[in-house]
């Protein structure tokens, strides 16, 4: 079975900072892997995805993310934190693309 | 477009009592999905549906049950609630694309 884990269930940047959450994920074969975004009182967005095409992935809002195989990580990174970002950010992993795990989330906060 | 609407959006319920939840979807997805999301646990997944007339059980699928007589529609019922059914529960659909969430239904019971 796959699973995720994501790495510090808190994050606090300030902003302009470096944002980076860390996703490790455990599978038997190359797996579908996302990152969401949850806005408070919302559903969950999706940022971004890896279908092997590329192992960095461009997402929305200045995301993205580096598919390791060799480190089996997917960490979600954007260079500069806006104060629009604070929200919480699951990682999910999927072997079929249509069921997925989520990780247990990090929520982000960002000082002005 | 509304997307997935999930109804009610809030609800508090006694121990042992019973209620549905209703997802709708106008997007013809085939794939419908029912989460729970609960505090330092990510969400996890009760039942999904990879067409209509069918269900399947997910991680947690226990104290639930679902329907989807309709493409567009996948309900949600607790027969008989319990305290640790207490949760924010998340409808989501997809067809070739990536999931498309409700806003979720904050449920507690008492």
């Known amino acids: 079975a796959q699973s995720v884990t994501q790495l510090g269930s808190h994050v606090s940047v300030s902003e302009g900072a470096l944002v980076l959450l860390r996703c490790n994920y455990s599978s038997s074969v190359p797996p579908y892997l996302f990152w969401y975004v949850q806005y408070p009182n919302q559903g969950l967005q999706l940022l971004l995805k890896y279908t092997s095409a590329a192992t960095l992935v461009k997402g929305i809002n200045g995301f993205e993310a580096e598919f390791k195989k060799s480190e089996t990580s997917f960490h979600l990174t954007k260079p500069s934190a806006h104060m629009s970002d604070a929200a919480e950010y699951f990682c999910?992993?999927?072997?079929?693309?249509?069921?997925?795990?989520f990780g247990a989330g990090t929520t982000v906060t960002v000082r002005a | 477009n509304a997307g997935v609407t999930q109804t009610p959006k809030f609800r508090v319920l006694k121990t042992g009592q019973s209620m549905t939840l209703l997802c709708a979807q106008d997007?013809?997805?085939?794939?419908m999905y029912w989460y729970r999301q609960d505090p330092g646990m990510g969400l996890r997944l009760i039942h999904y549906?990879?067409?209509?007339?069918?269900?399947a059980k997910g991680e947690v699928p226990d104290g639930y049950n679902v329907s989807r007589l309709k493409k567009q529609n996948f309900l949600l019922g607790l027969e008989s609630a319990a305290p640790s059914q207490t949760s924010v529960y998340f409808c989501?659909?997809?067809?070739?694309?990536?999931?498309?969430f409700g806003n979720g239904t904050r449920l507690t019971v008492t």
């Open positions: 999910a992993v999927s072997l079929y693309d249509y069921k997925l795990s």
């Open positions: 997007m013809n997805h085939e794939y």
């Open positions: 989501a659909s997809r067809g070739n694309s990536p999931l498309h």
């Open positions: 549906s990879v067409g209509e007339g069918t269900t």
